[in-house]
C-alpha cells in the first residue's frame, strides 16, 4: 500500500511539474506593466498557452480561439475605465475562417485600444497583416526560444521530476527533447510509466541501455502521435499531402519542390504554410530562396508518408528527387534518392554520368559503395562504368581488379565498331594516363600517342587533374619525381604536347612544374618565384583553380623557408577566399591542412589543436584521397608527443606509397619515420633516414628534407649516412657533395627560424586563475596599475604574477605573452 502510495505521488508529481521561462516571463511582465500587446509564437508544444494560463491565474480575462471566434464577440468587448485582459490564441488557425478580414480588422482594433492589454498567441511569427499596427503600437514579441528549456531548465526540470539518467542517456535525452517542453512532458509521463512495473529500489538507478531505448522509442512515437491529431490533421488535406512530399529531402526550392510533388501551387502553397507554425526554416541566398522543414517535423512527415501512401506513390517522389539532383550534377545525393527505392536503373545512370564529368569532380571514393553494389554483367555493358571500376579499384588500392576491369574495356573496345568503340577507347586513354597505381612510366610514350590520336579526332578524352586538388604536381594525381631528373628538356619537348592533351587543366603547368622542380631542388628562389607567378597567371585565364593553388603553394613555402610564415598564412588565407568564391569545395580542406602545416612552424598550438579535432580519422578507414591530411597528421602527432600514433600512421602510409609508386611520398615518409625511431629510442632510425637521403640525393631534392629544420636537424648531425661517391664520375660525385652541404646548411636556417617546430616541449602550460585573469586583462590593453586596482591587488604582486606567467610561457615582453597565449588557446 505503501508502494502505490509512492508512486501515486510520482504520478502526481508529473501532472505538476512545471520550469518557469524566466525570459518570456519577463517580456510578458513588461509588456503587462506598459500596457503593450504581447505576441507569443512557436511550434505545438513550446509552452505558449502553460505560459499565459500560469501568468494569468489569479486575474479575470477572456479568452478567444482564433479559429473559432467571430467579428460580432470580438467587437462586444464594451469599452470601459478598468482595463481588460482579452487573450487570443491559435491566430494560425485564422486561415480556417471564412470572414478573416473582418477578424483581422478586429484584432487590430482591440490591439489600438487604451482599456484593453491584449496577449495574442500562435505558432507563427507576427503576420504580414499585423506588421503596420506592430510598428505603430510597438509589441513585446516572445519567441519560441524564449520558451524553450535551456541547460539549467532543463536539469532543473529532471530534478523536479525524479528522473534519473545516466550522463550518456541524459546527453541524448537533451538532443532528443531540444529544449521542448512538450518532449521533456513526454518523457516524464513514460519514464514513470515504465518504472511502474519496477521494484522500489530499482527507482535509484538508471534505465539499461535496453530500457532507455524502448523509453525513447515510445517517447517518440507519442510525439509523433501528438503532432498528428492535434496539429496536422487540422490543415487542410494540399498542405498534408505537400508537406509529406517534399519530406523525403533535406531542403528544397519552389522548382524542386514543383519537380518532386508535380504540382503547380508551389508558391501559393508555401506562403499559407508560413503562416500556419513555426515549421519551416527559409533561407534567401541571392536571388534563391531555400526551404527546410523543422528536423522533428521532417521525421514525423516521413513517418506519416509511409502510413499514407502506396509503394508506388512514394517510389515516384524518390524518383522524381533524385532526377533533380541529377539534372542538378548532385550526383551523391541522387544515388541516395534513387538507393532509398533501389532503382538500380537510375542508379547505373548517375554513375555513367559521374565518369562522364572531369575527373577532379568524379566523386569515385564517395560513390564506391553504388558501384560495388552494381550486378557485373550490369558494369560490362557499359564503358564508362567499366572506366569508373577500374580508377576506383585502383584508388582503393585493389590493383589486380584495377587491371582486371582495364582488360574488360580493352575486350569491349574491340568487340564494338563506330562511337561504342571510339567511347571505350577513349576511357582506355584516360586510364592509361590517370590509374593511380601506374605510376608514370612510359608516361612520355603515353601522352605523345594521345596527342596524335586527339589532333587526328581518333578518340575524344576527358580532362584529367594531375594535382588531385594538391599544391603540386610532382606529387598531385600521380608521381612525376622521374620527369625532374630531366625537367628543363622535358619541358622543351613534350611541354605543348602535355598541355594540349590536358586541355584547361594544362595551363600553365609546364611553368608550374618547373617552378616546382627547381624549388624541391633547391634552386633561386627568384626563379621559382618567377616561374610559379607566370604559371598562376596562366591559370587563371581560362585554366583550372587546381593549379592556381599549386602556383601559391609554391610562393607560400619560399615564404616559409625564408622565415616568413606569416606571409605565407595571409597568402593561403587569401586563396582560400577565392576557392570559396569559385565554389571549389574539394580544394578547402587541403588549404586548412596547408595553414595548418604553418601553424606547425609558428607553434601556433590552438589552430593544431582544432584542426585534429576534425581531421580524417585513418582508424576508420584509410582514403588515399586524404594521403595531404594523413602525413600532416604524424606532424601533428609528433608535436603532441603521440610517437606510436605517428609510426602506426606512417605505415600505412609506407604502403600506399610502395603500391601506388609514389617516390616523393616514400621519402617524406622515410624521414618522418626515421624521427619517430629516433624519439621512439629504436637504433633502426640511422638505416631509415640513410634510405630516405639516398634516395633524396637521387633526385637532388633538398627541400623535402630541409622543411623539417629542427625536427630533423638532431638526426642530420647524428647520421653516419655520407653523400655517394661515384666512380668514373667525379662531376657526380661533386654535385651528391653539393648537395649534401646544402641539406645541412639549409637545416640549419630552418632549425633558427622555427627552433619548436615538431618540439614536443610545446608542453602544456598551466596558468593559475589569477595568472590567466591578468593576461586578459594585459591583451584588453591595460596597464598593471589599473589591472591591480581591477583585481583588488597591490601593483607588486600584479608584477609578481606576470613574471611568473613570463617565465611559463618562455617570452620576455606582454606582446610576447599576450600572442604566445593565443597560440595556445589560454585566451
Same mark, same amino acid.
Given at each position: ?564 610564415? *606569416?606571409?605565407?598564412? &595571409?597568402? @593561403?588565407?587569401?586563396?582560400?577566399? %577565392? =576557392? ?5 569545395? #574539394? !580544394? ?94 629504436? *637504433?633502426?632510425?640511422? &638505416?631509415? @633516414?640513410?634510405?630516405?637521403?639516398? %634516395? =633524396? ?5 633538398? #627541400? !623535402? ?123
Amino acid at each position: 500500500m505503501a508502494e502505490n502510495s509512492m508512486w501515486e505521488e510520482m504520478m502526481q508529481g508529473e501532472k505538476i511539474c512545471y520550469v518557469k521561462p524566466r525570459r518570456a516571463i519577463r517580456r510578458l511582465k513588461a509588456a503587462d506593466e506598459e500596457n503593450i500587446t504581447a505576441y507569443i509564437y512557436g511550434v505545438s508544444g513550446c509552452g505558449k498557452t502553460e505560459l499565459v494560463m500560469r501568468y494569468l491565474k489569479n486575474r479575470k480575462y477572456t479568452l478567444f480561439n482564433a479559429g473559432l471566434v467571430t467579428v460580432e464577440e470580438l467587437r462586444e468587448i464594451k469599452v470601459s475605465k478598468q482595463r481588460k485582459t482579452v487573450v487570443i490564441n491559435s491566430l494560425h488557425d485564422m486561415a480556417m475562417q471564412n470572414d478573416t478580414e473582418e477578424i483581422r480588422e478586429a484584432i487590430i482594433e482591440l490591439v489600438e485600444r487604451e482599456d484593453v492589454w491584449l496577449i495574442l498567441s500562435g505558432r507563427c511569427a507576427v503576420p504580414p497583416w499585423l506588421t503596420a499596427v506592430r510598428y505603430r503600437e510597438v509589441f513585446y514579441v516572445i519567441g519560441e526560444q524564449e520558451l524553450l528549456f535551456d541547460e539549467d531548465q532543463a536539469d532543473q526540470y529532471i530534478a523536479m521530476t525524479g528522473m534519473i539518467f545516466s550522463e550518456e542517456q541524459l546527453a541524448k535525452e537533451k538532443a532528443y527533447c531540444v529544449g521542448m517542453p512538450i518532449g521533456w512532458s513526454i518523457t516524464n509521463s513514460v519514464y514513470w510509466q515504465m518504472r511502474m512495473g519496477q521494484d522500489e529500489k530499482d527507482v535509484t538507478k538508471p534505465f539499461s541501455d535496453e530500457e532507455y531505448r524502448t523509453m525513447v522509442g515510445e517517447a517518440l512515437s507519442q510525439m509523433w502521435d501528438y503532432l498528428e491529431y492535434h496539429v496536422y490533421d487540422r490543415w487542410e488535406i494540399s498542405i498534408q499531402e505537400f508537406l509529406m512530399e517534399v519530406a523525403i529531402v533535406e531542403d528544397f526550392t519552389v522548382y524542386m519542390a514543383e519537380m518532386i510533388t508535380g504540382r503547380n501551387d508551389v508558391e501559393s502553397l508555401l506562403g499559407r504554410i508560413q503562416w500556419i507554425g513555426n515549421f519551416m526554416d527559409i533561407v534567401r541566398n541571392g536571388s534563391e530562396t531555400v526551404y527546410k522543414l523543422r528536423n522533428q517535423m521532417r521525421i514525423s512527415m516521413i513517418r506519416r508518408l509511409r502510413r499514407k501512401y502506396t509503394k508506388e506513390q512514394i517510389r515516384k517522389l524518390y524518383e522524381n528527387a533524385g532526377l533533380y539532383y541529377q539534372i542538378s550534377k548532385q550526383p551523391l545525393k541522387a544515388l541516395s534518392m534513387y538507393q532509398q527505392v533501389n532503382d538500380t536503373e537510375r542508379i547505373a545512370s548517375v554513375l555513367i554520368d559521374n565518369v562522364r564529368i572531369a575527373p577532379n569532380n568524379a566523386y569515385y571514393y564517395e560513390l564506391k559503395q553504388y558501384y560495388l553494389k552494381l550486378p557485373e554483367e550490369k558494369i560490362c555493358k557499359s564503358p564508362e562504368l567499366m572506366c569508373g571500376m577500374s580508377m576506383l579499384q585502383s584508388l582503393l588500392l585493389n590493383t589486380e581488379e584495377s587491371e582486371r576491369w582495364y582488360r574488360e574495356l580493352q575486350k569491349y573496345a574491340k568487340e564494338h565498331t563506330g562511337s561504342e568503340r571510339r567511347s571505350a577507347k577513349g576511357k582506355i586513354l584516360y586510364l592509361d594516363i590517370g590509374l593511380p597505381h601506374r605510376g608514370s612510366d612510359h608516361m612520355v610514350e603515353i601522352l605523345k600517342n594521345a596527342y596524335l590520336l586527339l589532333l587526328d579526332k581518333e578518340v575524344k578524352i576527358q580532362e584529367f587533374s594531375v594535382t588531385s586538388n594538391q599544391a603540386s604536381q610532382m606529387n598531385g594525381g600521380k608521381d612525376f619525381c622521374e620527369w625532374s631528373k630531366r625537367d628543363r628538356e622535358l619541358a622543351g619537348s613534350i611541354g605543348k604536347i602535355v598541355e594540349f592533351v590536358l586541355g584547361k587543366y594544362g595551363k600553365g603547368l609546364v611553368n608550374l612544374a618547373l617552378a616546382e622542380s627547381f624549388f624541391e631542388k633547391g634552386g633561386d628562389n627568384y626563379e621559382v618565384a618567377m616561374l610559379a607567378n607566370k604559371g598562376r597567371i596562366q591559370a587563371e585565364a581560362g585554366g583550372k583553380i587546381e593549379q592556381c593553388f599549386v602556383g601559391d603553394g609554391m610562393l607560400a613555402w619560399l615564404h616559409i623557408i625564408t622565415g616568413k610564415v *606569416k606571409e605565407a598564412e &595571409e597568402l @593561403l588565407t587569401r586563396f582560400k577566399g %577565392k =576557392a570559396q568564391q569559385e565554389n571549389a569545395e #574539394r !580544394i578547402l580542406p587541403n588549404i586548412d591542412t596547408f595553414l595548418v602545416r604553418c601553424a606547425l612552424y609558428d607553434a601556433d598550438k590552438a589552430a593544431i589543436a582544432k584542426w585534429l579535432a576534425q581531421a580524417p580519422d585513418e582508424e576508420l578507414i584509410f582514403s588515399i584521397y586524404d594521403r595531404f591530411h594523413y602525413i600532416t597528421k604524424v606532424r601533428v602527432y609528433l608535436q603532441n608527443g603521440r610517437n606510436e600514433q605517428a609510426y602506426h600512421l606512417l605505415l600505412k602510409c609506407a604502403y600506399y606509397a610502395k603500391v601506388m609508386q609514389r617516390t616523393y611520398i616514400d621519402i617524406e615518409v622515410k624521414l618522418l619515420l626515421a624521427i619517430t625511431q629516433y624519439r621512439m629510442g629504436e *637504433k633502426k632510425w640511422d &638505416e631509415t @633516414l640513410g634510405e630516405a637521403l639516398t %634516395k =633524396a640525393e637521387e633526385y637532388h631534392f633538398v #627541400r !623535402i628534407i630541409t622543411r623539417e629544420g629542427a625536427a630533423i636537424r638532431p638526426l642530420l648531425l647524428a647520421t653516419s649516412w655520407k653523400p655517394s661517391e661515384v666512380e668514373k664520375n667525379p662531376a657526380q660525385t661533386r654535385k651528391n657533395k653539393q648537395f649534401w652541404a646544402k641539406v645541412q646548411d639549409e637545416t640549419e636556417k630552418m632549425a633558427r627560424f622555427y627552433p619548436a617546430y615538431l618540439k614536443v616541449g610545446v608542453e602544456e602550460v598551466t596558468l593559475s586563475d589569477t595568472m590567466l585573469r591578468i593576461l586578459k586583462l594585459q591583451a584588453d590593453g591595460m596597464s598593471k596599475e589599473k589591472i591591480a586596482a581591477e583585481l583588488n591587488m597591490t601593483t607588486a604582486n600584479v608584477k609578481y604574477h606576470t613574471q611568473q606567467i613570463y617565465k611559463r610561457l618562455g617570452v620576455s615582453n606582454k606582446a610576447g605573452a599576450v600572442m604566445e597565449a593565443g597560440k595556445r588557446g589560454l585566451i
